[in-house]
């Protein structure tokens, strides 16, 4: 294993055990995002940060807000790598109450505001908020049944974009028709869609180039999620590095994660191993800014777009297993 990577890989599990030991009763699905998102600043989680943004979280907002329902620790993760935690909550509170102007609130909602908030001046917050949720009725006049509130997260990504609107729905679209023949989930497809009309290229290339990642590491062995993981492969696919190197990144880190206490027999299930391993090979790339000249999208988006994207499928896994322990419960 290269370097870099092997280092990436030892202190994402030294983060993940960070937080996981500092918020011990939180969901299982949300230690691996939150250890990303600190691995990839090249930083040590610190319990006693963590804590402290947590509370600045109780602080600003209600007990029943969405910032601190299932996608709160990210959100804390979030805060704990910006140089000023209660700043950055205060900014993505603001795009939030925009947002809500237009969409219901929802758990996927503060990750959307995270994403704006990172990326736009506050200035443009209202003009954003109302692009965003231009953009995502555009998608869901295309496929009403299939959009929903995941949806305005990717929504708001793609409004960041320097695309026109109807570019944006024309690539998606385009990227849907040539991949759903191939997947059973017509809702995992369209986030991977999305991901893929944010970045460059003919729509049919960027499509046969994540189906050819897909099929070459399930004909190795190593399956790649289906369901709501599957948007993270498209990253991955549009990454400036040749497939091989990718494929054989990929394998290596897995195999490494498969050793590590909580990826085992017991642990979280071979998909969302496989997506951890692919956010971490992601953030040892792009990390580097000289291979964004060569890159599908520039850095910030890229691993914003893996990121939010993989919280999506913790988020879903979170709802799954907790709806699925209560309907046990109650028999």
């Known amino acids: 294993m290269r370097s870099s990577l092997a280092t990436m890989c030892s202190r994402f599990i030294e983060n993940r055990d960070i937080v996981k030991s500092t918020f011990v009763w939180d969901s299982t699905y949300m230690y691996p995002i939150c250890a990303a998102i600190i691995t990839e600043k090249g930083m040590r989680a610190d319990p006693e940060r963590l804590r402290n943004c947590r509370e600045i979280l109780k602080d600003q907002t209600g007990v029943f807000s969405n910032f601190r329902s299932t996608a709160k620790l990210p959100m804390i993760a979030m805060m704990s790598v910006d140089s000023n935690p209660s700043s950055k909550l205060k900014h993505a509170i603001d795009v939030y109450e925009r947002l809500k102007e237009h969409f219901w609130g929802s758990q996927y909602l503060p990750v959307a505001s995270m994403a704006i908030s990172d990326m736009v001046d506050p200035g443009y917050y209202k003009e954003m908020a109302s692009h965003t949720r231009h953009i995502y009725n555009l998608l869901k006049s295309k496929h009403p049944f299939l959009t929903s509130a995941e949806d305005s997260v990717f929504s708001a990504m793609l409004a960041v974009s320097r695309k026109t609107d109807e570019r944006i ?31 460059e290229g003919p729509a049919e290339e960027k499509s046969a180039a994540t189906l050819d990642l897909f099929s070459e590491l399930k004909a190795r062995g190593y399956k790649y999620g289906t369901e709501y993981e599957l948007a993270t492969l498209g990253i991955l696919a549009m990454l400036p590095v040749d497939k091989e190197v ?53 850095s910030a988006l890229a691993l914003i777009a893996a990121q939010q994207a993989a919280m999506c499928a913790a988020i879903a896994a979170s709802s799954a297993a907790a709806a699925s322990s209560t309907s046990s419960g109650g028999n």
Do not use: W
């Open 169 to 199: 729905v024309a690539e998606t679209e385009a990227c849907y028709s040539y991949l759903k023949p191939h997947f059973f989930s017509g809702n995992a497809v369209q986030s991977l869609s999305h991901v893929l009309a944010l970045c």
């Open 246 to 298: 990718v494929i054989q990144d990929l394998i290596e880190v897995d195999d490494f994660l498969a050793n590590q206490k909580g990826y085992g027999f017991f642990g979280l299930g071979r998909k969302q191993r496989l997506m951890h391993a692919g956010l971490i090979v992601t953030g040892d790339y792009l990390k580097d800014t000289r291979m964004m000249h060569t890159t599908a999208t520039h």
